[in-house]
């Protein structure tokens, strides 16, 4: 029998990697994804809410990724019933629903994610998510396999934590600071102290209501400082982030060094 376990969801709960540490796929292109999953991340999020990626787009990224040891992660573009389905039936098991304000709200991704009578998912019998069909107890595992993860990206929305958090099928939550920032004033500058006070605030309220709590931060720096707010699952910068990056170092490495003259030309 074909399997459907998801790796993820064990993950927030305790089991595997402490703590799971990921990026975010920013290229929309099979190849960077199943490059970035052989680097040892543990998760990969693709993110629909930013980047041009269509459900066809999605669908070879998830193939690119699952050739790997990471995990998927799809950050689907808005909390849409119709979105939410095609994007299951693509194959991704673990969802992060952006803009989450308020428990019903978090109570309608929950519901798009999961079949009757926990939800509302349309059902159909043979698409990737089950395996093309060949997972034949996909209907029965679905709803306890899917994992939901509801963004938090406004003051409101984590003063509201606890509530978020207590609604049923909620497996984690992850708080947006680039947005947080921009909510309180700060738009850029996600170090800004009143931005970070509340970033912990969240993680403590989190692990008051027993809900695991992600977030991402830009750099390796910014990540160990959320972990040691208690973050139990983190992201680090982007597949982009990492490559301009490294890119723009070596290039002001080499403009600023003096041309070696007398240097062989390289035999690539």
């Not at 990026?23 to 809410?49: C, I, K, N, R, S």
């Not at 990224?61 to 389905?85: E, S």
């Not at 034949?136 to 978020?164: C, F, H, M, S, W």
Request: with cysteine; charged share 20%; glycine share 10%.
């Amino acid at each position: 029998m074909v399997d459907i376990q998801n790796r993820f969801k064990r993950w927030l709960t305790g089991e595997g990697p402490r703590p799971p540490l990921g990026t975010w796929l920013m290229a929309a292109a099979p190849a960077t994804a199943e490059a970035m999953g052989y680097t040892g991340f543990d998760f990969l999020v693709v993110d629909m809410e930013h980047v041009p990626i269509e459900v066809s787009d999605l669908a070879h990224i998830l193939r690119a990724v699952g050739c790997t040891p990471a995990d998927a992660v799809v950050r689907i573009a808005w909390n849409d019933q119709v979105l939410v389905k095609r994007v299951l039936d693509a194959g991704a098991q673990t969802i992060m629903v952006p803009f989450v304000q308020n428990a019903e709200e978090a109570r309608q991704a929950v519901s798009f994610a999961k079949y009757p009578p926990e939800g509302v998912r349309g059902v159909a019998a043979v698409h990737r998510g089950s395996r093309f069909g060949k997972a034949t107890d996909y209907l029965k595992r679905a709803n306890g396999e899917v994992a939901v993860i509801v963004q938090l990206e406004t003051p409101d929305a984590i003063a509201r934590l606890p509530e978020i958090a207590a609604v049923p099928g909620v497996d984690a939550l992850f708080v947006g600071p680039g947005d947080l920032s921009a909510a309180m004033g700060h738009i850029g500058n996600i170090g800004h102290p009143e931005v970070q006070g509340l970033i912990e605030e969240a993680a403590k309220a989190s692990h008051a209501a027993g809900k695991p709590v992600g977030i991402v931060g830009p750099n390796p720096e910014m990540v160990r400082r959320f972990l040691d707010y208690g973050y139990d699952f983190a992201a680090v910068a982007s597949d982009i982030a990492m490559m301009t990056g490294r890119a723009t170092d070596w290039l002001g490495n080499l403009r600023d060094q003096p041309a070696q003259a007398t240097a062989p030309a390289a035999a690539y």
